[in-house]
């Protein structure tokens, strides 16, 4: 009854500490003392988002945390750099982001924790399903798990919208339907001030924008030692991502001034040029979420999922992980390691995250989730196969993709060239380019 009534009083809103140990404190003082060796971006950075708040709850615990950042070297692969270091430091824990993930899953150096999920009837119904969707493999079996993520949507400015008599996106439109709704607006508002029906954030680079919408759609770009520009699927792509810039439906931050000014509101509109208003629909990631949420804008907003293709309407991209913990297969001791990710990734954890990280979108969907966030979460796979191919391709190949791919698109633009034979030429080139490589 003592204890009981205790842990009532515990309850009572005062410190977030004290809320996080209460209780737990006298249920784990006679546990063995254990330490766990984790390695992590940044032993600070950590710390102050994961390592206190574990610490807090489990005070059996201590962590040792070794900095990858410390350990990096000029010219070296970050993912080769954490392979060596789990080697070399007998690591318990890890905490990395979403490509050397992918890298070292596939190499086979990372346990799979299905079984412990199994044992402790871990919660995986709240995740976000295109979160999960990434993290398993192809075989189904999940390696690691995430408190965080940040996603891409599609915002649209309401005052733009209203002022035409036009309908607001809606969820799951297709990119062809984007594009076809961004050419309704007229160049030039009211005020004659340029008035730009799209914004996409790969827009500095045209190129990488239809890389990126076409990996979203299902396309891939190189694969068995081909290129596969050269593509009906591709050439419908570069025509609709061409044809906005050449009719200046999209925005070109490229034609754009770079702000003098130091303020803050100044450097967000210049880094998520939607904020200036003049915008009708714009692809960007969730920092612009929370960028909007923060205060009353200027004009009203609100956000769908990212545009889809017809053959793949649950299917999105720009998804981005840069903790997921997960335990090296080379573990024999895996008990601590997985009460570490089962505090981090689980629900208590994330009934706190509103306080303890607030650039970020939480893994789990929350019961009282806002409408306008629920967006991200909607879609229920994420492609990350562009990233994939591309590192499967020499330095130098991928050094002649950022050589010729930019005259190749000037072409395009300035109709010296059709896309079609724009990409066949392109695929030709860097099929040559791998030829040579590979003799």
Same mark, same amino acid.
């Given at each position: 009854?003592?204890?009981?009534?205790?842990?009532?009083?515990?309850?009572?809103?005062?410190?977030?500490?004290?809320?996080?140990?209460?209780?737990?404190?006298?249920?784990?003082?006679?546990?063995?003392?254990?330490?766990?060796?984790?390695?992590?971006?940044?032993?600070?950075?950590?710390?102050?988002?994961?390592?206190?708040?574990?610490?807090?709850?489990?005070?059996?615990?201590?962590?040792?945390?070794?900095?990858?950042?410390?350990?990096?070297?000029?010219?070296?692969?970050?993912?080769?750099?954490?392979?060596?270091?789990? *080697?070399?430091?007998?690591?318990?824990? #890890?905490? %990395?982001?979403?490509? $050397?993930?992918?890298?070292?899953?596939?190499? /086979? =150096?990372?346990?799979?924790?299905?079984?412990?999920?199994?044992?402790?009837?871990?919660?995986?119904?709240?995740?976000?399903?295109?979160?999960?969707?990434?993290?398993?493999?192809?075989?189904?079996?999940?390696?690691?798990?995430?408190?965080?993520?940040?996603?891409?949507?599609?915002?649209?400015n309401k005052d733009i919208f209203d002022q035409y008599r036009i309908s607001y996106p809606?969820?799951?439109?297709?990119?062809?339907?984007?594009?076809?709704?961004?050419?309704?607006?007229?160049?030039?508002?009211?005020?004659?001030?340029?008035?730009?029906?799209?914004?996409?954030?790969?827009? *500095?680079?045209?190129?990488?924008?239809? #890389?990126? %919408?076409?990996?979203? $759609?299902?396309?891939?770009?190189?694969?068995? /030692? =081909?290129?596969?520009?050269?593509?009906?699927?591709?050439?419908?792509?570069?025509?609709?991502?061409?044809?906005?810039?050449?009719?200046?439906?999209?925005?070109?931050?490229?034609?754009?001034?770079?702000?003098?000014?130091?303020?803050?509101?100044?450097?967000?509109?210049?880094?998520?040029?939607?904020?200036?208003?003049?915008?009708?629909?714009?692809?960007?990631?969730?920092?612009?979420?929370?960028?909007?949420?923060?205060?009353?804008?200027?004009?009203?907003?609100?956000?769908?999922?990212?545009?889809?293709?017809?053959?793949?309407?649950?299917?999105?991209?720009?998804?981005?992980?840069?903790?997921?913990?997960t335990i090296p297969s080379s573990n024999q001791e895996t008990e601590g390691a997985w009460?570490?990710?089962?505090?981090?990734?689980?629900?208590?954890?994330?009934?706190?995250?509103?306080?303890?990280?607030?650039?970020?979108?939480?893994?789990?969907?929350?019961?009282?989730?806002?409408?306008?966030?629920?967006?991200?979460?909607?879609?229920?796979?994420?492609?990350?196969?562009?990233?994939?191919?591309?590192?499967?391709?020499?330095?130098?190949?991928?050094?002649?993709?950022?050589?010729?791919?930019?005259?190749?698109?000037?072409?395009?633009?300035?109709?010296?060239?059709?896309?079609?034979?724009?990409?066949?030429?392109?695929?030709?080139?860097?099929?040559?380019?791998?030829?040579?490589?590979?003799?």
């Amino acid at each position: 009854m003592k204890m009981k009534k205790l842990c009532f009083l515990l309850l009572s809103p005062l410190v977030l500490l004290t809320l996080l140990t209460g209780c737990q404190v006298q249920l784990e003082k006679t546990q063995e003392p254990k330490t766990l060796r984790v390695l992590a971006f940044n032993q600070k950075g950590f710390n102050q988002l994961y390592g206190n708040f574990f610490l807090a709850t489990h005070p059996n615990y201590s962590l040792e945390v070794i900095s990858i950042y410390e350990n990096l070297t000029p010219g070296k692969n970050m993912t080769d750099t954490i392979e060596e270091l789990i *080697a070399k430091e007998s690591i318990d824990v #890890l905490s %990395i982001p979403m490509d $050397s993930y992918s890298v070292l899953q596939k190499k /086979g =150096k990372l346990l799979s924790l299905d079984e412990m999920i199994t044992k402790d009837r871990f919660d995986l119904a709240s995740y976000s399903p295109a979160v999960i969707d990434f993290l398993r493999d192809e075989q189904g079996k999940i390696h690691g798990l995430a408190a965080t993520f940040t996603g891409d949507a599609l915002f649209y400015n309401k005052d733009i919208f209203d002022q035409y008599r036009i309908s607001y996106p809606r969820d799951f439109m297709t990119w062809d339907e984007v594009f076809e709704l961004a050419h309704k607006f007229p160049n030039l508002a009211d005020d004659q001030t340029p008035q730009f029906g799209f914004y996409h954030k790969k827009t *500095a680079n045209p190129f990488m924008m239809a #890389l990126t %919408i076409g990996e979203s $759609s299902g396309l891939s770009v190189y694969g068995n /030692g =081909k290129f596969t520009l050269n593509s009906p699927s591709w050439e419908k792509v570069f025509e609709e991502v061409t044809s906005c810039f050449k009719s200046r439906v999209c925005y070109d931050p490229n034609q754009a001034e770079s702000t003098q000014s130091l303020k803050l509101e100044d450097l967000q509109k210049e880094s998520y040029p939607f904020l200036s208003g003049h915008i009708a629909m714009a692809v960007a990631d969730s920092s612009l979420y929370r960028i909007l949420d923060e205060k009353d804008r200027e004009f009203g907003w609100g956000v769908t999922t990212l545009p889809v293709s017809a053959e793949h309407p649950d299917m999105g991209n720009g998804m981005e992980m840069n903790d997921i913990f997960t335990i090296p297969s080379s573990n024999q001791e895996t008990e601590g390691a997985w009460e570490f990710i089962k505090y981090v990734s689980g629900n208590d954890y994330a009934r706190l995250l509103p306080q303890i990280n607030t650039v970020d979108l939480p893994a789990r969907v929350s019961e009282n989730q806002e409408e306008s966030i629920q967006a991200f979460y909607k879609l229920e796979r994420a492609s990350n196969t562009l990233i994939n191919e591309l590192r499967e391709l020499p330095p130098e190949v991928l050094a002649k993709i950022d050589e010729i791919s930019p005259r190749y698109m000037a072409e395009i633009m300035s109709d010296q060239r059709t896309v079609q034979e724009s990409l066949q030429l392109m695929e030709e080139e860097l099929q040559l380019a791998l030829k040579s490589v590979s003799e």
